[in-house]
């Protein structure tokens, strides 16, 4: 069975204090891994999408990577509209679907 | 109106009640997806339409009823909820049923069952 584990469940940052989370994966056979994004009572918007290992996306203040057995979402120098729930899902089988961790919840104060 | 659009927002029910969730998208995708959203849980995948047609159902009770009149709009008929099944709603839709296009969400319909 397909397995997605986020880590660390929470995390808390001051303004400037860069840190990683970790989207560990257990799969036969990934097609593709996706970062979303997801603020309270909103649904989750798209960040990023990895094919293979080896390969970086960046945005602003993230930097997604990707290896054969995780994906890191790394947050340089954070500040307070960064906090919310990043969620990591991976596409198998005959991508149709996704596979979800349980998400990050991260909060950056000042 | 642009995106995926889900309404109502929030909706409480009692388990006796009949109710429906209604989804938009004005995308011009062909796939639609309904997600349930528990504390703690990952996303579960509940339905997924291709083109109007149900494509997958997982294991999902019967007390949860979709509908795709079109590759528009999207539906889930609920009756005699329990209130386990309290939690985040979420529709999605893809450009194609092939997932690596990516899904864009709506924000949701939260929904309490008492």
């Known amino acids: 069975e397909d397995q997605v584990t986020q880590s660390p469940e929470a995390l808390r940052l001051q303004e400037g204090e860069s840190s990683s989370l970790n989207c560990s994966y257990t799969?036969?056979?990934?097609?593709?891994l996706f970062w979303y994004r997801q603020d309270p009572g909103k649904g989750p918007e798209f960040l990023f999408t990895l094919y293979s290992a080896g390969e970086e996306k960046e945005k602003e203040r993230l930097k997604a990577t990707l290896t054969k057995k995780e994906s890191f979402l790394h947050i340089t120098a954070p500040k307070p509209e960064d906090s919310a729930t990043y969620l990591c899902?991976?596409?198998?089988?005959?991508?149709?679907?996704?596979?979800f961790g349980t998400g990050t919840r991260l909060q950056v104060t000042l | 109106e642009t995106g995926v659009t889900q309404t109502p927002r929030h909706l409480v029910m009692g388990m006796t009640n009949k109710k429906s969730l209604k989804c938009e998208q004005h995308l011009g995708h062909n796939a639609m997806y309904w997600y349930k959203q528990s504390a703690k849980k990952p996303l579960e995948l509940m339905f997924v339409y291709s083109l109007e047609e149900r494509v997958e159902n997982n294991s999902v009770p019967s007390r949860f009823s979709p509908e795709c009149p079109n590759s528009s709009h999207l539906f889930l008929h609920l009756h005699t909820l329990q209130p386990e099944d309290s939690a985040l709603y979420l529709c999605?839709?893809?450009?194609?049923?092939?997932?690596?296009?990516?899904?864009?969400f709506g924000s949701g319909t939260r929904l309490t069952v008492v």
């Open positions: 999605a839709s893809s450009q194609r049923l092939n997932v690596n296009y990516g899904y864009t």
């Open positions: 899902a991976v596409i198998t089988g005959t991508a149709s679907k996704l596979t």
């Open positions: 799969v036969s056979g990934l097609r593709g």
